[in-house]
């Protein structure tokens, strides 16, 4: 072959190689921009006719039902949102949010793709989301038919084609004003007018140059910067707006430089800026509007006209609010505040959830799912601990004497007991039995502090925990609704299952749109969380929990008392229900007296509740709970070592209650063969060496199976999923 051939060769193979990548371009091509299409048209499918846009539908009722679907309280949509005409709202606050979200608003067609660039070049600069580049236009669309999470090319592609339709067929000025009666600026205000009255006390119309900055700084982050703990951040933000506006030419220096030495005059009131009263079991319902907010946008809600299918037990609710009040009505002075979490052992299901006592529109602060300090209620994650380790049994020996706590960096520290006292050389059955301090301390020397708070951790503890000497001593704060579900963990023999309250969410329609199952997975063996729970029946039978004991019923729990008192806690079990209960105050004042403990108060609420739970037939029938003669130790997941004979829900009964006390030495359980681990008084070295592992992920309750993960792997017999 001649060079004249070798070269049309070479440019004959070129060209046969373009072609084919030219051909798998344009296939490829073609088939993105098919799936593109097609994700486009599914988008648009869900949204209504524009051009009734302003005669829409603003919201079907939000429904909650219990778990036998019965109906709770309906919320009436937005019937609170006030909507007014443009000419109705301030001239600054329309300049402001003009330059805070879309100083070329007047000028773009629905999309602006220069805002879209210059968002991009920010981004990259940053290396991080710090400007968007959607128009007003294109939020307005966003705010009304999609779903707010879901961030994909399509839904940008369908947003934008339905601003250009909506620019098409609505003046500038009446999508600015849907905008403005429809963007949300935290804390329940939809709407400038809502939002003037929630934040300022006056109407829209009459907003300063500070006061509109100030509210349009807010759509850019409103549950974030309208939070009263963010006020500085939220002022940071005004005045980047009032430079935004000069900048802009929406105002003069004069009126600027104004605006910057204004001084904000917040309205102080108690309650959200669209909150309607909830007559009927409050802090739950109020829990749930909650997780729903958290899943759902405002359009979604307003669209879909949601049914909410929850746990609620409307029984034990009732019951749950009736003994929580009269207990702490009566408690010690200095005890104003309580709330009380039941979980059901068998599926983790919230039957009754109480946030507090009183008024629930002058004090919403939901006291159930907030964090308080844990005292002594901690201690069963520390034997635990030990147990799953194999290093102590519930009979082996430990020394309760005087311990000095040494650790690089911190003061030393020495742990004392509740009593001042030291009992020497008890056994570790005892020492949880009878809450001890210096033995948990002792304890947490052994496995590791670390190692105490990935047990926490496995049995479903989120809120943080720090790796200090205290937390043995339960220095750290929990929910009630998160001790509640950790205890139900060890009431399962180590299944965990994550508390929920969420079942199942469908359309006015009846469609289901969201449905939650739980999944289970083994946290703990069986055996030690066995043996634990033997020990926490013993709390409750002859030690600080005795106040709980109900004759004829399985009971086992643990007392908390953290210093001065602050918190008073009792957590506990029977085979179908574990229930926390908290008491203490909102200013989280010490609680004088010496008889004040989680053993005294909050036991004997937690016992008043349980026998009223008991002598409810109707729960019986529900299968919530099972009558006392029809609870059997064989029967699962009831993780029992000793059951008292059985009787019937009429003949339960207290014991009577005394104080913590100390164990008398002749009363000393004597195993033939005990383990003798010794543990002698001496200056120690707390060992926190180990990096505690990292914090398990904040999960919500309710959340999808899909979102969850499991805290360790579930053997194949124990993988097991309920359905709701």
């Given at each position: ?16 190689l ?73 001239p600054?606050l ?24 210059r ?53 500038k ?34 907003l ?120 702490i ?54 034997y ?39 009992l ?28 105490v ?31 509640a579900g ?45 043996e ?27 007392t ?149 993960r ?15």
């Amino acid at each position: 072959m001649n060079t004249g051939d070798q070269a049309r060769s070479a440019k004959w193979a070129a060209f046969q190689l373009v072609k084919v990548a030219g051909l798998t371009l344009a296939v490829a091509f073609i088939f993105v921009a098919s799936y593109l299409g097609l994700g486009v048209w599914m988008q648009l499918q869900s949204v209504p006719d524009i051009a009734s846009l302003q005669s829409y539908d603003q919201g079907d009722a939000v429904q909650i039902f219990d778990r036998n679907d019965r109906l709770v309280f309906s919320f009436k949509g937005e019937e609170n949102r006030r909507r007014v005409a443009l000419n109705q709202i301030s001239p600054y606050l329309k300049a402001a949010v003009l330059a805070a979200e879309d100083h070329n608003f007047y000028q773009h067609q629905g999309v602006s793709p220069s805002s879209v660039l210059r968002a991009l070049l920010s981004n990259l600069q940053a290396r991080r989301i710090v400007e968007g580049g959607s128009t007003i236009t294109q939020q307005l669309v966003k705010n009304l038919f999609f779903e707010q999470p879901k961030r994909t090319l399509e839904r940008k592609v369908a947003e934008a084609l339905i601003a250009c339709d909506l620019e098409r067929q609505y003046s500038k000025d009446q999508i600015l004003e849907m905008y403005l009666n429809e963007a949300y600026f935290g804390n329940g205000a939809y709407g400038a007018e809502q939002a003037a009255h929630y934040y300022f006390g006056k109407p829209a119309a009459k907003l300063s140059i500070g006061e509109s900055a100030f509210l349009a700084g807010l759509i850019k982050s409103p549950s974030r910067l309208g939070n009263p703990a963010n006020r500085n951040l939220a002022i940071e933000q005004q005045l980047e707006t009032v430079d935004r506006m000069l900048k802009y030419g929406l105002t003069t220096r004069l009126a600027a430089n104004f605006a910057r030495q204004q001084e904000l005059v917040f309205w102080k009131h108690s309650e959200k800026a669209n909150a309607q009263p909830i007559t009927k079991y409050p802090y739950f319902v109020s829990y749930v509007m909650d997780l729903v907010q958290q899943r759902f946008n405002p359009g979604e809600i307003r669209r879909h006209g949601l049914k909410v299918f929850t746990s609620l037990d409307s029984e034990a609710q009732e019951i749950a609010e009736t003994t929580l009040r009269r207990g702490i009505d009566s408690a010690p002075a200095g005890v104003t505040q309580g709330a009380l979490v039941t979980v059901s052992v068998k599926d983790g299901s919230v039957i009754a959830l109480v946030g507090g006592t009183g008024d629930f529109q002058t004090s919403q602060f939901n006291r159930a799912t907030h964090p308080h300090t844990a005292g002594s209620s901690f201690k069963p994650f520390v034997y635990l601990t030990a147990l799953e380790q194999g290093v102590l049994t519930p009979e082996s020996f430990i020394e309760d004497s005087p311990l000095t706590v040494k650790e690089p960096g911190r003061a030393t520290w020495a742990p004392k007991n509740f009593d001042s006292k030291f009992l020497g050389q008890i056994t570790v059955r005892d020492a949880l039995v009878y809450s001890r301090n210096v033995c948990a301390v002792r304890v947490t020397q052994m496995v590791g502090i670390a190692n105490v708070i990935a047990t926490a951790q496995r049995a479903g503890i989120t809120d943080p925990l720090d790796a200090n000497p205290s937390l043995a001593l339960g220095s750290s704060a929990v929910s009630p609704l998160e001790m509640a579900g950790a205890y139900a963990t060890f009431a399962r023999s180590g299944l965990f299952i994550r508390p929920w309250v969420l079942g199942r969410i469908e359309d006015k329609r009846g469609h289901v749109i969201r449905a939650y199952d739980q999944p289970v997975s083994r946290a703990f063996g069986p055996q030690p969380t066995a043996e634990l729970t033997d020990m926490l029946r013993e709390v409750v039978t002859r030690g600080t929990g005795e106040g709980a004991h109900i004759r004829n019923l399985f009971v086992a729990g643990k007392t908390g008392t953290s210093d001065q008192a602050k918190d008073l806690w009792f957590i506990g079990f029977t085979p179908d229900l574990v229930t926390a209960v908290w008491g203490g105050n909102d200013d989280n004042k010490p609680i004088a007296g010496a008889h004040v403990t989680g053993g005294t108060v909050m036991a004997s609420i937690w016992r008043d509740y349980t026998k009223a739970i008991y002598g409810n037939r109707s729960l019986a029938r529900s299968g919530l709970i099972r009558l006392a003669k029809t609870v059997d130790k064989r029967d699962t997941p009831q993780p029992v070592l000793r059951t008292p004979p059985a009787a019937s829900a009429d003949e339960l009964s207290p014991s009577t209650e005394h104080e913590d006390r100390i164990p008398q030495k002749t009363a000393r359980r004597q195993p033939p063969a005990p383990s003798r681990v010794l543990l002698k008084p001496q200056q120690a070295r707390l060992d926190t060496s180990a990096n505690p592992p990292p914090q398990s992920a904040k999960m919500g309750y309710g959340t999808p199976a899909a979102a969850r993960r499991d805290y360790a792997p579930t053997p194949a017999q124990d993988s097991i999923r309920y359905k709701f």
